[in-house]
């Protein structure tokens, strides 16, 4: 069986983690360098006043109510999640705005063709067995001309700077599949998928993540977020400490450095 991230199977958790799961995902997406990507991927999404979208593995809704913000009371937002713990807990946040959400399996769609105007997905499919056939559902239920943006996390660049030469790698060998989805190059495949499919106009945005603190790296990077338990890592016995160790010594230094890339691609059904 493939290893999988907690992510991956949100409702096989304890009850009380959904809260937390959604607490984190909030924090993630107030992240500077997280708006960064967001936006440029508003941007290609382009959505506008009067249109159907849908957030194809919605969380905590943030992305979702954005968007209902764009297409305004005139259209809706159909923010679907394979959580129902997670979906429960985001319409108990709910601000009102015309977003529906819903329980699904992103690879299944219990929708029409042709349902919607666009679809968001972020940092989905790295966590999915097959990217290919959840792609083929988003463009199913895309109506002709509509836009999909896709979203995801190139985690094979991840580089660290600041630290021993090779424990970077070394923690990275160790944590991935784990802390890192085992589609851990999702995002840089984006691109050919939907060249594959058959989409027009496709066009694709690195955004490069910058983290020059243990701090802020620590928001969007699991394996040097010192609150993660030590139970939650598989490593050899004292590298956990080791790395943490050199985390926070570069941080104290100021030469602590972090560099990411998520990818961003749209195009037009």
């Known amino acids: 069986m493939k290893e999988r991230t907690p992510f991956a199977d949100i409702d096989g958790l304890p009850p009380h983690m959904s809260e937390i799961v959604l607490d984190a995902l ?3 997406g107030r992240h500077p360098e997280i708006r960064r990507v967001r936006g440029a991927a508003l941007g290609m999404l382009r959505p506008v006043p009067g249109q159907r979208l849908m957030d ?4 905590g809704g943030e992305v979702a109510r954005q968007l209902a913000a764009e297409v305004g009371p005139r ?3 159909v923010a679907l999640d394979h ?5 429960a807990a985001a319409i108990g946040r709910h601000d009102g705005s015309s977003v529906r959400y819903v329980t699904g399996d992103v690879g299944d769609l219990d929708l029409p063709d042709d349902y919607v105007d666009g679809v968001w997905c972020e940092r989905v499919l790295q966590h999915v067995e097959d990217a290919d056939r959840a792609i083929g559902e988003l463009i199913r239920v895309t109506r002709p001309g509509g836009r999909i943006c896709l979203i995801d996390t190139d985690w094979a660049s ?17 944590t991935r599949g784990h802390f890192t989805p085992p589609q851990f190059d999702m995002g840089r495949t984006l691109r050919r998928r939907l060249v ?5 106009g ?5 955004v490069t993540c910058f983290f020059d603190t243990p701090e802020s790296a620590a928001v969007v990077l699991p394996m040097v977020n010192p609150r993660v338990p030590e139970d939650a ?19 104290a230094s100021g030469t602590f450095l972090a560099v990411l890339t998520i990818w961003v691609v749209a195009a037009t059904v």
């Open 233 to 251: 890592w598989e490593t050899p016995p004292g590298l956990r400490d080791e790395w943490l160790a050199c985390v926070e010594a570069a941080g």
């Open 158 to 174: 991840l580089a660290f700077d600041g630290m021993p030469a090779g424990l970077g790698d070394l923690v990275l060998g160790h």
């Open 26 to 28: 909030a924090e993630m």
């Open 202 to 206: 496709v066009s694709a945005t690195p």
């Open 83 to 87: 959580s129902a713990a997670i979906t």
């Open 56 to 59: 194809a593995g919605s969380g």
């Open 75 to 77: 259209g809706e937002v």
């Open 196 to 200: 594959a499919a058959g989409l027009t």
